[in-house]
Nanobody, 119 residues
Framework: QVQLVESGGGLVQPGGSLRLSCAAS????????MGWYRRPPGNRRELVAQ???????WLESSVKDRFTISRDNAKNTVYLQIDSLKPEDTAVYYC?????????????WGQGIQVTVAS
């Protein structure tokens, strides 16, 4: 099992920045892909960024100019830097570990952390 704990959310003014962190513990595989999803109010959860252990990032096209994902393999921690925050970034952000194992996809989730962008 994998346990994920997010931190760094909160209330931020438009144009501001914040960095979300997610510390993973438990049985972490070197091939695990770590990432961030978000669920805006009234909408479905959506993938915004992923990064593999080789630090190859993927970012959803609508956020790639403002979001940066990074990973510290030694600390089993993934970060999401969000700059130039917009009200539409308001959402619950979820940390995710995605693992392919024996042909199956396994997903582990954090509890979610609220990010609110408002003046």
């Amino acid at each position: 099992q994998v346990q994920l704990v997010e931190s760094g959310g909160g209330l931020v003014q438009p144009g501001g920045s914040l960095r979300l962190s997610c510390a993973a513990s438990g049985n972490i595989f070197s091939t695990d892909v770590m990432g961030w999803y978000r669920r805006p109010p009234g909408n479905r959860r959506e993938l915004v960024a992923q990064i593999d252990s080789g630090h190859s990032p993927w970012l959803e096209s609508s956020v790639k100019d403002r979001f940066t994902i990074s990973r510290d393999n030694a600390k089993n921690t993934v970060y999401l830097q969000i700059d130039s925050l917009k009200p539409e970034d308001t959402a619950v952000y979820y940390c995710n570990v995605w693992r392919k194992l024996d042909g199956s996809n396994l997903n582990f989730w954090g509890q979610g952390i609220q990010v609110t962008v408002a003046s």
